[in-house]
């Protein structure tokens, strides 16, 4: 059973950095893409990044482009998401996903599986 726990989350002000990361186990196939979500109260879960485990290609909405870097550690199973110059506007509840076709979008309805949520506030 694939399951992903996601960490890292918490509060920092505005300006400052976080790490966050997801951490994969049970998957059995050769190749997978790893997408970071958010929800902020009231909206709907967007894509923020994802990953590819096969070659590292990555892709971001505009909104985090400079700021955020994805990456992955195969060896530990385990994506990273480097957070800089964080907003206010940045505040959500970021989740990790699994989409075991490889397609690379950053449609939540087409991820596999799911992690838990972790938080990230950014306040001053």
């Known amino acids: 059973q694939v399951q992903l726990v996601a960490s890292g989350g918490g509060l920092v002000q505005p300006g400052g950095s976080l790490r966050l990361s997801c951490a994969v186990s049970g998957f059995t196939g050769d190749h997978y893409a790893i997408g970071w979500f958010r929800q902020a109260p009231g909206k709907e879960r967007e894509g923020v990044s994802v990953i590819s485990s096969r070659d590292g290609s990555a892709f971001y909405r505009d909104s985090v482009k400079g700021r955020f870097t994805i990456s992955r550690d195969n060896a530990k199973n385990t994506v990273y998401l480097q957070m800089n110059n964080l907003k206010p506007e940045d505040t959500a509840v970021y989740y990790c996903?699994?989409?075991?076709?490889?397609?690379?979008?950053?449609?939540?309805?087409?991820?596999?599986?799911w992690g838990q949520g972790t938080p990230v506030t950014v306040s001053s």
């Open positions: 996903a699994v989409d075991i076709r490889l397609r690379m979008w950053l449609d939540p309805l087409e991820y596999d599986y």
